[in-house]
């Protein structure tokens, strides 16, 4: 139990600071009765597993618990092992549901690796000289030599660190952190490792205004400076 609110004010204040998985709550409450509150919370973004009490044993009333998507609805008097019933299918759903999007983001993992690592062996095919169009559409550059399409490279020199970039699993890894919020979705990104320390970032836009777009760039690569130099000796040259 997160906390217990005396009306329906209190409860709206305290759900949106600590957005519980199950909300109980009564209908007839001070302030604000109970079908406010969850729509109040629903609007605000607030998804939660919503157990209604009630003496009201009304049509209208359970209409609107539907139409905001109640779990359960139950009526005064009623027994413990009611609500621990409610409770225990309710948990098990969210147990699911859990287990669900966390196999769901492995997956997603998963497959961002593995583009990874294809980008990683487009690019140095491309390096060595194979400029076939597989290669350069796996990286997800243009073949038609449009002119709105803009690059840039940069190599990266992490000095003292354990990265070890011959290595899949830790290039892999190296990339789901220089992907996850440095840079933006209007952005490509793709690597390779150099040597076990050295890794060459390669960027590309298309249809940006060129000063957007190195700005992009560098924002980026300060923003990602300044979180890895806690930790490492980074060296940047573009």
């Known amino acids: 139990v997160v906390g217990v ?4 004010q209190e409860a709206l204040d305290l759900a949106l600071a600590e957005k519980p998985d199950i909300l109980i709550t009564d ?11 969850i729509r109040r919370l629903q609007e ?3 998804q939660t597993k919503n157990i209604i009490i009630s003496g009201y044993d009304e049509f209208d009333y359970a209409r609107t618990a539907i139409t905001l ?5 139950l009526l005064k008097p009623f027994l413990p092992g009611e609500m621990r019933d409610v409770l225990v299918k309710i948990i098990q759903e969210l147990d699911n549901r859990k287990a669900f999007d966390q196999n769901l983001e492995n997956l997603v993992k998963q497959a961002d690796r593995k583009r990874f690592l294809e980008r990683e062996q487009a690019l140095r095919n491309i390096l060595q000289g194979d400029f076939s169009k597989e290669a350069v559409m796996c990286l997800g550059y243009p073949d038609d030599g449009k002119s709105d399409s803009l690059y840039q490279c940069c190599l990266l020199n992490l000095n003292g ?3 070890n970039f011959h290595v899949s699993d830790t290039f892999a890894k190296f990339m789901e952190e220089l992907t996850s919020g440095y840079f933006g979705r209007e952005l490509g990104v793709s690597a390779v490792g150099l040597d076990p320390q050295k890794v060459m970032v390669c960027f590309h836009a298309e249809a940006l205004p060129e000063n957007v777009f190195r700005n992009a760039v560098n ?7 300044a979180s890895f130099q806690k930790y490492y000796d980074v060296l940047i040259y573009c």
């Open 44 to 46: 605000q973004g607030i």
């Open 27 to 37: 209908i007839a409450m001070p302030v604000m009765n109970g079908l406010e509150l």
């Open 69 to 73: 998507g109640v779990t359960d609805y």
């Open 219 to 225: 924002t980026g690569l300060r923003k990602f400076t």
């Open 161 to 163: 660190t354990s990265w």
């Open 5 to 8: 609110a005396g009306d329906g």
